[in-house]
């Protein structure tokens, strides 16, 4: 039977260490080739080639699909690894952790119980542990991988709303979560996912660094409860997706104390601190009753990699449940190590192993020293907009991202302005020679610059800086011109 063969056994050894060196190998080619980060391909333009696959006639020849998936993905494929792309959370990854990802995907170990991982099960509680001793969070810690930040503050979520049902004689209708107007959009997606109240997500004013405001929270958490409602729990941010933010935790969490309520820190982009010269930023984290990490951030790890960290591994609990042919209660009692009763997850990937190997052949103070280098040339990415007055920059980072915009020198009004710098945006993707992203502050277009790149150089953020301009200045020139013709 010929597709026996494709089967990775003790006879198909061989065609899977030849087909995989084949893959990686074209990969190589194409990392070393990339001259830009993009290649501005239309989706239109790449949906026609890809509609016309007959995905019901295999090719039946590993050179033949790869030569295919070349033309389909690999030739237009956004690459992280390149210096000028600064757009998003992504990041280069490093060698170690795609040495793990071969080794899991091969050996298909599921994450769920002892008899389906065995090592894999051991291996990731110890990193776990691992994490939870880097934060600080107590001898009572646990915690278990996830696929993402998302999905990890879901879970935080759904611990504190169960812990607070079982704390306070209320509905979920009468419970509210307090996070800061930076934070990440998955606390108000778990809201709704957990079946909480539409208007459940408090919205907490920031400071003018962007951070949350400790006493607008103090006096939301009051204005909660004179409601009759009740506080389920502040969620913190170390590391805003926009800002690169750090909440003030000392004082989050001294405020979370006084009055009760769960802590949960969303570090899933600051989690990089853990390992850096930097951590004291991260102080006060280390009193949370449950943390976000994305490995796949700020460790440099491929996608998927991530953790949910709680203080005490007690609320875990509240994910378990007894199946007889998976979990059985007689395994609980044969002190079985099974990670399906930590996670809402059954079956789940050893992404584990992938930080395992970093580790163990880099060491925290390499990945460390990656994460500082993107800061600082943050910090130094800010001076060089700071100083260029076609640009206005708004917070000096504190971790890797720069939020500005372009200032037109015509006499453009605010939406004209808008409009240049989401043209300069769209105009330099297209051109596939930088990759920046763009978010929203107080109702105006902003462009900005993540840097997870430690090759992404001072003169790389110039030069774009430079295109960024550029781009901006033809809109504005032919904007201006078109209204002068129209007048």
Partial sequence: ??????????????????????????????????????????????????????????????????????????????????????????CPVVVPALLGETVLSAINSSLDTWDQSAGGT???????????????????????????????????????????????????????????????????????????????????????DRRMSPEALRRSLAACREAGLVPM?????????????????????????????????????????????????????????SVTVDYHKSFFQP??????????????????????????????????PNQVDKSPQTTRRFDALKLWLTLRIMGPDAVGSLFDAVVDLADAGWRLLDGDPRFEVLVRPQLSTLVFRYLPSSDMDAEEADAANLYARKAIAESGEAMVAGTVVDGRHYLKLTLLNPRTTVDDIGTVLDLLAHHAETYANTSVGSSLVAA
């Fill in 1 to 90: 039977m010929q597709a026996l063969s494709h089967l990775l056994d003790a006879a198909g050894a061989d065609r899977y260490r030849l087909a995989v060196a084949d893959g990686a190998q074209r990969v190589a080619r194409r990392i070393t080739a990339a001259g830009r980060p993009f290649t501005g391909i239309s989706p239109a333009r790449l949906a026609a080639d890809i509609d016309t696959i007959d995905l019901d006639h295999p090719l039946g020849d590993t050179t033949a699909a790869l030569d295919e998936l070349d033309r389909v993905y690999l030739r237009d494929a956004v690459y992280f690894h390149h210096p000028r792309y600064l757009a998003h959370l992504n």
């Fill in 303 to 336: 996608v998927s990699s991530s953790a949910i960290l709680v203080r005490d591994r007690a609320v875990l609990r509240h994910a378990t449940y007894h199946a007889d042919y998976l979990n059985p209660k007689r395994a609980a009692e044969e002190q079985l």
């Fill in 122 to 208: 051991l291996i990731e509680r110890r990193l776990i542990d691992w994490t939870t001793r880097r934060i600080g969070l107590g001898p009572l810690a646990d915690g278990v991988f996830t696929s993402g930040g998302t999905q990890s503050n879901v879970h935080a979520l759904m611990l504190a709303r169960d812990e607070a049902l079982d704390r306070f004689a209320c509905s979920a209708g009468d419970l509210r979560i307090f996070a800061s107007e930076y934070a990440h959009f998955s606390v108000t997606k778990a809201a709704k996912l957990l079946g909480l109240a539409e208007d459940a997500v408090i919205s907490v004013p920031g400071t003018a």
């Fill in 233 to 289: 729990a502040v969620v913190a941010t170390a590391g805003t997706t926009d800002f690169g933010s750090v909440d003030p935790l000392p004082q989050l969490a001294d405020l979370c104390r006084r009055t009760g309520v769960w802590l949960h820190v969303d570090a899933a982009y600051g989690c990089g601190l853990l390992v850096s010269r930097r951590r004291r930023l991260l102080d006060g984290i280390e009193r949370a009753d």
